[in-house]
Antibody, heavy 120, light 107 residues
Framework: EVQLLESGGGLVQPGGSLRLSCAAS????????MSWVRQAPGKGLEWVSH????????DYADSVKGRFTISRDNSKSMLYLDMSSLKAEDTAVYFC?????????????WGQGALVTVSS | DIQMTQSPSSLSASVGDRVTITCRAS??????VNWYQQKPGKAPKLLIY???RLQSGVPSRFTGSGSRTDFSLTISSLQAEDFATYYC?????????FGGGTKVETK
C-alpha cells in the first residue's frame, strides 16, 4: 500500500523559512515523479511544484518560483520542499502527491498534508 | 495557464439522487482531465483519470465523460459517503490547474 507522510509544518513568521518532508513507502519511490500541492484554508487546490523521478527536472508555480525548492533523496524515499521568504499567502495545508506512470500527469496517491501557517 | 471552471460550486442532493458536476477548460485539452474527491480534513482521492477511466477501487457509480473543453463527473446514485467536495484537474499543459471545486451537500 502506498503511503505518503508529510512532516515539518508549523508556525513561521513572514520572511522566514521552513522545510517540509514527505516520507514515501509501499512503492518504488525512485521510479515516480512527485508533486507538492497546497490548499489555503477554506480554498481549493493549487499545484506548487514537481520533480522528476531522477531529480533531472523540476518546475514551480509562478507564485512560489524563486522562493521554494523541491528536492528528493531516492536512497531514503524522501521528498522535500524548502520554503523561504514566506508570505502570509503561503499559509496552507501542503500535500505531497505521487504521479502515476504514463503520459498524463495523474496524482494517484496523496499524503495527509502538513499545515504551514505564516503569521507574526 | 489553462483555466478550469467547475459548476456548480455547490449543490444539495439526497441519497439516491443522480448528480452531475461539470468542468470547462479555457482551451481544448483532449482527455487530459482527472477528477478527485476530498472530504473535510482529508487528502484528495483520485476517482477518474483521462476523463473517463475509473481508478482502481472506486465504485462504478462514478463515471466521467467529455473531451476537448467540456467534461463531467456523474454519480449515478448518491451514497452517504459521497458527500464531499469534488475537483477537476487538467494535465494538458504546465502548470497543472484545478477547478474551484464543487461541494456536494445533503439536502
Amino acid at each position: 500500500e502506498v503511503q505518503l507522510l508529510e512532516s515539518g509544518g508549523g508556525l513561521v513568521q513572514p520572511g522566514g523559512s521552513l522545510r517540509l518532508s514527505c516520507a514515501a513507502s509501499g512503492f518504488t519511490f525512485s521510479s515516480y515523479a512527485m508533486s507538492w500541492v497546497r490548499q489555503a484554508p477554506g480554498k481549493g487546490l493549487e499545484w506548487v511544484s514537481h520533480i522528476t523521478s531522477s531529480s533531472a527536472g523540476t518546475d514551480y508555480a509562478d507564485s512560489v518560483k524563486g522562493r521554494f525548492t523541491i528536492s528528493r533523496d531516492n536512497s531514503k524515499s524522501m521528498l522535500y520542499l524548502d520554503m523561504s521568504s514566506l508570505k502570509a499567502e503561503d499559509t496552507a495545508v501542503y500535500f505531497c502527491a505521487k504521479r502515476s506512470g504514463g503520459v498524463q500527469y495523474i496524482l494517484d496517491s496523496w499524503g495527509q498534508g502538513a499545515l504551514v501557517t505564516v503569521s507574526s | 495557464d489553462i483555466q478550469m471552471t467547475q459548476s456548480p460550486s455547490s449543490l444539495s442532493a439526497s441519497v439516491g439522487d443522480r448528480v452531475t458536476i461539470t468542468c470547462r477548460a479555457s482551451q481544448s485539452i483532449a482527455n487530459f482531465v482527472n477528477w478527485y474527491q476530498q472530504k473535510p480534513g482529508k487528502a484528495p482521492k483520485l476517482l477518474i483519470y483521462a476523463a473517463s477511466r475509473l481508478q482502481s477501487g472506486v465504485p462504478s457509480r462514478f463515471t466521467g465523460s467529455g473531451s476537448r473543453t467540456d467534461f463531467s463527473l456523474t454519480i449515478s446514485s448518491l451514497q452517504a459517503e459521497d458527500f464531499a467536495t469534488y475537483y477537476c484537474q487538467q494535465s494538458y499543459s504546465n502548470p497543472l490547474t484545478f477547478g474551484g471545486g464543487t461541494k456536494v451537500e445533503t439536502k
